[in-house]
């Protein structure tokens, strides 16, 4: 078990589970550890799971380098439906005819995303405008126009075709949104689209299959209370 010093700082890398909050995850670990000084670099939202980085101390001053490093995303869109938020947060508004469609298609739908793209954020994201969080109207039912902002697409590979499911392999830069890319794929593919699933595989050199689980955690936890008391 490693000796960590989270005042003089340490980087955590976690596997976020599905349903929780990044700002969860902090507080989990912040209280399990009593750690005075943590926070996380870069937002996963609630139903996407996978690498969530944690710093603490002095290495919080890491937080925007660490975020500004491309991204490395897994999971699955669903053709032929779509929903307001571009994702399983709000019910199927649509259901148009997939039949049609190919795997060309599709390959050719991935291929076109590739490179530097201009994308529109999500109405339910945390984008503000004039000052209130996109999301806050969005569930208001308040529409707001959101400015597109230039993104960068490295890797766009489909992985498994299981229709309607479409899986797929994304490394991007920072500040794209996977929904978005949902809602895109689908319009190229004129049969709409939402993501159904995502997992965050990568963060720059910082990868899932090295991260901590809550678990392990609460291992950390009495490691140190069994150190203490060995100590004192």
Same mark, same amino acid.
């Given at each position: 078990?490693?000796?960590?010093? &989270?005042?003089?700082?340490?980087?955590?890398?976690?596997?976020?589970?599905?349903?929780?909050?990044?700002? $969860?995850?902090?507080?989990?670990?912040?209280?399990?550890?009593?750690?005075?000084?943590?926070?996380?670099?870069? #937002?996963?939202?609630?139903?996407?799971?996978?690498?969530?980085?944690?710093?603490?101390?002095?290495?919080?001053?890491?937080?925007?380098?660490? !975020?500004?490093?491309?991204?490395?995303?897994?999971?699955?869109? #669903?053709?032929?439906?779509?929903?307001?938020?571009?994702?399983?947060?709000?019910?199927? $508004? =649509?259901?148009?005819?997939?039949?049609?469609?190919? #795997?060309?298609?599709?390959?050719?739908?991935?291929?076109?995303?590739?490179?530097?793209?201009? !994308?529109?954020?999500?109405? &339910?994201?945390?984008?503000?405008?004039?000052?209130?969080?996109?999301? #806050?109207?969005?569930?208001?039912?308040?529409?707001?126009?959101?400015?597109?902002?230039?993104?960068?697409?490295?890797? &766009?590979?489909?992985?498994?075709?299981?229709?309607?499911?479409?899986? &797929?392999?994304?490394?991007?830069?920072?500040?794209?949104?996977?929904?978005?890319?949902?809602? $895109?794929?689908?319009?190229?593919?004129?049969?709409?689209?939402?993501?159904? =699933?995502?997992?965050?595989?990568?963060?720059?050199?910082? $990868?899932?299959?090295?991260?901590?689980?809550?678990?392990?955690?609460?291992?950390?936890?009495?490691?140190?209370?069994?150190?203490?008391?060995?100590?004192?």
């Amino acid at each position: 078990m490693k000796d960590y010093d &989270f005042e003089a700082g340490e980087i955590l890398l976690m596997n976020k589970p599905l349903h929780w909050t990044s700002f $969860d995850v902090v507080k989990k670990v912040r209280n399990q550890l009593r750690i005075k000084k943590i926070g996380h670099a870069g #937002t996963l939202d609630p139903l996407a799971s996978g690498l969530l980085i944690l710093c603490t101390g002095k290495f919080t001053k890491k937080i925007d380098e660490i !975020q500004s490093q491309e991204k490395e995303y897994t999971g699955h869109f #669903t053709i032929g439906q779509t929903t307001p938020s571009f994702d399983l947060e709000t019910a199927v $508004d =649509q259901t148009l005819d997939y039949r049609h469609i190919t #795997t060309e298609d599709i390959q050719a739908a991935a291929a076109s995303f590739l490179g530097q793209i201009d !994308q529109i954020p999500p109405l &339910f994201s945390a984008v503000k405008i004039n000052g209130e969080r996109a999301y #806050t109207l969005a569930r208001r039912g308040e529409e707001a126009e959101i400015k597109a902002k230039a993104i960068f697409i490295k890797t &766009f590979e489909i992985t498994q075709i299981e229709l309607p499911l479409v899986y &797929f392999r994304v490394v991007c830069s920072k500040g794209t949104y996977i929904r978005s890319l949902a809602r $895109d794929f689908g319009q190229k593919l004129g049969c709409g689209a939402y993501l159904s =699933q995502l997992v965050r595989t990568r963060i720059g050199e910082y $990868d899932l299959r090295q991260a901590l689980t809550l678990d392990n955690i609460q291992e950390i936890r009495k490691y140190r209370q069994e150190q203490h008391a060995g100590n004192s």
